[in-house]
């Protein structure tokens, strides 16, 4: 395995393996940038295949980090963590105490999070052992325990605002009314978002893997339920990605109907030729890392105590990608690779220093945060 041969090693700064005997703790800690900040980036939990699969999804997944940050305009940089394993049966309080503490011996380099596979119980365990996690605070009334904040509605409201712009730059108005979309992928995300387009009377279609989930969607909102191979190819006028990555591939791709591409989940084209081929057929595919950064943005404020700014920040969704579409259109290039060269352009334009200063404040506030 040649690791710095590695065709999704983008220029990362770091990449550790995490392996802990007494608990069976195998993971990952993936740095892509932190030119603006250290990095963040959810826990995810997955049985991979193989461990070369494990090493490609964070590399990606970070770097993919880096760019939501920088378009979001945050003070932070990209990073991921990965536990291998079955999140249904292969987890215990020593593995994510274990976990806790490779986090914390990176001293604020990278700051975790919630992510597929984890929730905010995993998350409190390894808070148990570092102030570096983003979503989980000390309860402030001082009666003991943790306060967990729930990113998923900040994320899908995001993607909300994302589609409504797709919509405006593709029909000349925002209405979802009427509109057909099919989500793939209804866990918490996919859920609040069929609400918030079932409100505004868009018509749904839902797949996932989770029949109670899928259930779920289709009591509450209406949903029509669909196989989870198959959504991809409905005639609707909006396909949103909620579940895990590269649902778009060399085989999906091809087959598409809807003009929109527009949800919460990561990688959403398994690779970037796929981005290029869609914005030539006339697909609208709004860059997952900026459509979705809603949950970001609300952990970020809630971390730096910037709760009033929250609303304004989260409108710079749909003002970058209004901003995107236009210079794609200009340009001829995939909204994704605009995307990209915007938050490239941003890394470039920030001093080296930067995130010294950012650092030491960061590690302070952290170590306030620890029981």
């Known amino acids: 395995m040649k690791i ?21 703790l195998r993971a990952i800690i993936a740095i892509h940038n932190t030119t603006l900040g250290p990095a963040v980036g959810g826990c995810r939990m997955f049985n991979y295949a193989t461990e070369q699969d494990a090493i490609d999804d964070a590399l990606q997944l970070s770097e993919a980090m880096t760019y939501k940050a920088a378009m979001a305009n945050l003070p932070y940089g990209g990073g991921k963590s990965i536990i291998i394993g079955d999140p249904s049966c292969d987890k215990s309080t020593a ?18 999070a919630e992510d597929a596979g984890t929730n905010g119980h995993d998350l409190t365990l390894i808070r148990q052992r570092t102030g570096y996690v983003f979503g989980v605070r000390p309860d402030p009334l001082g009666f003991g325990g943790y306060r967990k904040a729930n990113p998923s509605p900040a994320t899908a409201y995001g993607v909300y605002l ?3 712009q797709a919509l ?24 609040a978002l069929c609400k918030l387009l079932h409100t505004d009377g868009a018509r749904l279609w839902a797949s996932d893997t989770n029949p109670k989930q899928l259930q779920r969607a289709s009591l509450g909102f209406g949903a029509m339920a669909v196989d989870n191979e198959e959504i991809h190819r409905l005639d609707v006028d909006v396909f949103a990605p909620c579940a895990m990555g590269q649902s778009l591939n060399h085989h999906t791709a091809p087959q598409l109907l809807a003009r929109i591409v527009a949800g919460s989940a990561n990688n959403q084209c398994s690779h970037i030729e796929i981005a290029e081929r869609l914005h030539q057929r006339g697909v609208l595919l709004c860059p997952d890392f900026v459509i979705n950064a809603g949950g970001l ?18 409108q710079r969704i749909p003002d970058n990608l209004a901003e995107i579409f236009t210079a794609a259109k200009q340009q001829n290039l995939s909204p994704v690779i605009i995307a990209q060269n915007l938050a490239l352009q941003r890394l470039q334009s920030i001093p080296s220093s930067h995130f010294t200063h950012h650092l030491n404040s960061l590690r302070g506030s952290a170590m306030s945060y620890l029981p």
């Open 4 to 24: 710095f041969d590695n065709p999704h090693d983008n220029q990362h700064e770091y990449l550790a393996f995490c392996n802990d005997r007494d608990s069976g």
């Open 95 to 112: 593995k994510f105490h274990a976990m806790g503490d490779f986090i914390e011996r990176l001293q604020g380099a990278y700051i975790s």
């Open 162 to 164: 994302g589609i409504k």
């Open 168 to 191: 405006q730059e593709q029909r000349g108005s925002d209405s979802l009314s009427g509109i057909r979309v099919a989500i793939q992928g209804v866990g918490n995300v996919g859920y």
């Open 297 to 314: 943005i609300d952990l970020a404020h809630d971390f730096d105590g910037r709760r009033h700014d929250f609303s304004l920040s989260l």
